[in-house]
């Protein structure tokens, strides 16, 4: 089946300590988002890629960081994990931009 | 404040309906959708609608648009237990609400 999906489950890591956050999808969807979700907030959009082309929300901290390699592929580097960032984090394409998204399971991140 | 808003909580019986709000502000979206997410989980689509329809049914899921208003609701009938889960609406696919916690009582 097409699906989206994310490695680790969960992950931890100490803060300050670099971490990378993988999701892959079989759909051959042109876009990659990724979003961080705390407890009972909205899922917040962090960057999304549209083929090559990396776009940045104005409000993402540049300690966040995105690469995606090839079309299945998208990482998320959190550069220096602070307590802060313990989240959730989605990952979901769309075949384009404002079409409906596929998500991930998600990582549960926990910084210690 | 955000552009996507829903009220947080609902409780329902079950047998009963739901309808879970949803105000909107960016009026280019094209599509408006419907999610949910089950605890631990990533976000599962439900339904969407496209923005020069009023209404969408699709099986026990009614979506009703007032573009006027830029409300959005999506009503459940004949609520179960399997429904109690987070519902959110978003706008041009990337922008969510905070999200609707159903809860449904036996």
């Known amino acids: 089946d097409a699906m989206v999906i994310q490695n680790p489950r969960y992950q931890v890591t100490q803060f300050g300590k670099p971490v990378t956050l993988s999701c892959s999808q079989t759909l051959n969807h042109n876009v990659m988002y990724w979003y961080q979700q705390k407890s009972s907030q909205a899922p917040k959009l962090l960057f999304h890629y549209y083929d090559k082309d990396f776009n940045n929300e104005a409000d993402t901290p540049d300690n966040f960081q995105s690469r995606r390699p090839n079309t299945s592929f998208c990482f998320l580097d959190i550069r220096s994990p602070g307590l802060g960032d313990a989240a959730m984090y989605l990952c979901a394409t769309s075949s384009d931009r404002g079409q409906e998204q596929y998500f991930g399971p998600g990582t549960r991140l926990t910084v210690t | 404040g955000e552009d996507v808003e829903q009220s947080l909580f609902l409780s329902v019986r079950e047998g009963d309906s739901s309808v879970i709000n949803c105000t909107y502000t960016d009026s280019s979206s094209t599509y408006l959708y419907w999610y949910k997410q089950e605890p631990g989980a990533g976000l599962q689509l439900l339904t969407y609608i496209f923005s020069n329809m009023d209404m969408k049914q699709d099986q026990r899921l009614t979506v009703l648009l007032n573009k006027k208003d830029k409300h959005l609701s999506l009503r459940i009938a004949d609520t179960q237990t399997g429904d109690s889960a987070i519902y959110f609406c978003?706008?041009?696919?990337?922008?969510f609400g905070a999200g609707t916690r159903l809860t449904v009582k036996p």
């Open positions: 978003a706008e041009r696919g990337m922008r």
